[in-house]
């Protein structure tokens, strides 16, 4: 069973930075693509950002777009989610998840899912 650990939240105001982590056990971590997702308090889980298994290949939501980047490093067993100017509309748990399905944006269409990180941004 792979499993997903993520790392990296925290507290920043409006306008900062943080780089959240996701690091993946087992010897297939290379084979699956990695997305990033969040949720807010009575909110569904929404699709941020998503990586092919050789990282040629990147999709992220239009509310992301340009301020987020999503990475991999298959060596360290690591996907990572660069998040710069920060929002509090990006305040959320983030999640992390190995892909199986067709879609790149639907949370059915990923298998394995870490248990988040908390993300608060204030204004």
């Known amino acids: 069973q792979v499993q997903l650990v993520e790392s990296g939240g925290g507290l920043v105001q409006a306008g900062d930075s943080l780089r959240l982590s996701c690091g993946v056990s087992?010897?297939?971590?290379?084979?699956?693509?990695m997305g990033w997702f969040r949720q807010a308090p009575g909110k569904e889980r929404e699709f941020v950002a998503a990586?092919?298994?050789?990282?040629?290949?990147?999709y992220y939501a239009d509310s992301v777009k340009g301020r987020f980047t999503i990475s991999r490093d298959n060596a360290k067993n690591t996907v990572y989610l660069q998040m710069n100017s920060l929002k509090p509309e990006d305040t959320a748990v983030y999640y992390c998840?190995?892909?199986?399905?067709?879609?790149?944006?639907?949370?059915?269409?990923?298998?394995?899912w870490g248990q988040g990180t908390q993300v608060t941004v204030s204004s």
């Open positions: 998840a190995s892909k199986y399905g067709s879609s790149w944006t639907t949370p059915e269409d990923y298998r394995y």
């Open positions: 990586i092919s298994w050789d990282g040629r290949s990147t």
């Open positions: 087992g010897r297939t971590y290379s084979t699956y693509a």
